[in-house]
């Protein structure tokens, strides 16, 4: 018996050579059949990694591995390079705004001084 068939395995070279023609026929159906159903199989597959958002998405094209690894190496260091930038703007906006602080704390406490000095000559008049 053929696999996946229920039909009986017939081994006749009889007067009949079509025999042999008509299971290599279904045969090749039986082979199609299998191949549509993984076809089928793969394809919800992937829909379902797609859907995921997982690494498989960046794999959808027809690159080899080695094109998607420099791809991969590519988009690393532009992200490297933006978050680096990012870092600096960043480092500069903070001392800008400590230096902006330090003066406040200065003029505050000019301030302090001044108004104490008024304070304390006030009461010296009454």
């Known amino acids: 018996q053929i696999r996946g068939t229920s039909k009986p395995m017939e081994f006749t070279l009889g007067p009949n050579p079509n ?3 008509d299971e290599y026929i279904d045969n090749l159906q039986q ?3 299998f ?3 993984e076809l089928k199989l793969l394809k919800e597959k992937q829909d379902e990694e797609e859907k995921s958002g997982g690494l498989s998405a960046l794999f959808t094209d027809e690159k080899t591995s080695q094109q ?5 190496k590519d988009k690393y260091t532009h992200m490297k390079k933006e978050f680096n ?3 600096e703007q960043l480092s500069k ?3 800008e705004v ?6 406040l704390r200065r003029q505050l406490e000019s301030l302090n001084e001044t108004y104490g000095k008024q ?3 006030k009461k010296s008049l009454e």
């Open 93 to 95: 906006k903070k001392l």
């Open 35 to 37: 191949m549509e159903l």
């Open 19 to 21: 025999t042999v023609e």
């Open 98 to 103: 400590e230096s902006e602080n330090n003066t």
């Open 119 to 121: 304070d304390s000559k």
């Open 85 to 87: 930038q990012l870092i």
């Open 68 to 72: 998607h690894i420099y791809q991969l």
């Open 31 to 33: 082979q199609i059949h």
